[in-house]
Every structure is written in structure tokens, then in C-alpha cells.
């Protein structure tokens, strides 16, 4: 009896480990547009538009990356039309990451700034 309750507390804990780690092995690019969107004020600064350009430049970057960081270079006050419909295809991609999908649907809603929930939800990204 006591090695099937030690069993089971050390599956719970190993499980609990690997889910923390996967929630924090977000890429370099997700984790930096996490950052640039929690202090984004209308449209991203001259700083961020290069890191962006570096991250759709980027060979290493994802599909899904470029298309958030493309959504994020032509910003003005909130995303395009167009670059909405993209956004909301990146969070239906089983390709993407969890990360990506959050980022991309947090930046296809966002209203000149992220909200409170928002940047709750990146500094998790970050």
C-alpha cells in the first residue's frame, strides 16, 4: 500500500515537473514579442519594430512567429483586418505552440494596449 501511494506521488510530482517545464520552454521570439506587447502603447517602438523585423528575418523562427510578429510591425492602435484573420488562424494551428496561440489571440485583441489579463497571461510567456 505505501509503494502505490509513494508511486503515485512521484508520478504527480514528475508530471507536475514536465508540465512546468514545457509551459516555460517558449521560444527566444515568443518570449521577447511577450515582453514588447506587455509595454506596447499603441504600436511598437523603433527598438521593438527591429527586434520584430530580426524575428521575421529570422530562419529559426516559426511560421506562426513571423505571422505574430508581422501583425505587430504594422500595428497602429490595433491589429489589420487581415492580420486578425491570421492571428485567429495561429490560435486554431495544432502546429503552434500554446505560447503562440496565447500571444497571437491576446495581439488580435488588443486595443491600443494589452489589458491587465493580458499581461498577466505574458509575463507567463516571458
Known amino acids: 500500500m505505501i509503494r502505490k501511494i509513494s508511486a503515485i506521488?512521484?508520478?504527480s510530482a514528475a508530471s507536475l515537473l514536465l508540465s512546468a517545464t514545457a509551459m516555460s520552454a517558449e521560444s527566444a521570439a515568443v518570449k521577447e514579442m511577450a515582453q514588447i506587447v506587455s509595454t506596447l502603447n499603441h504600436h511598437p517602438s523603433d527598438k521593438?519594430?527591429?527586434q520584430?523585423?530580426?524575428i521575421v528575418a529570422s530562419e529559426k523562427s516559426t511560421s506562426a512567429?513571423?505571422?505574430i510578429a508581422n501583425a505587430l510591425?504594422?500595428?497602429e492602435h490595433h491589429v489589420s483586418a487581415a492580420d486578425k484573420t491570421k492571428l485567429e488562424g495561429v490560435t486554431k494551428d495544432p502546429a503552434a505552440t500554446p505560447g503562440?496561440?496565447?500571444?497571437?489571440g491576446i495581439v488580435a485583441s488588443i486595443n491600443h494596449h494589452a489589458t491587465a489579463q493580458?499581461?498577466?497571461?505574458l509575463?507567463?510567456?516571458q
Open 100 to 104: 503562440e496561440k496565447e500571444l497571437a
Open 52 to 54: 520584430l523585423r530580426a
Open 118 to 121: 493580458d499581461k498577466e497571461s
Open 9 to 11: 506521488v512521484l508520478f
Open 73 to 75: 510591425l504594422n500595428m
Open 123 to 125: 509575463s507567463k510567456l
Open 48 to 50: 521593438d519594430k527591429e
Open 65 to 67: 512567429e513571423r505571422t
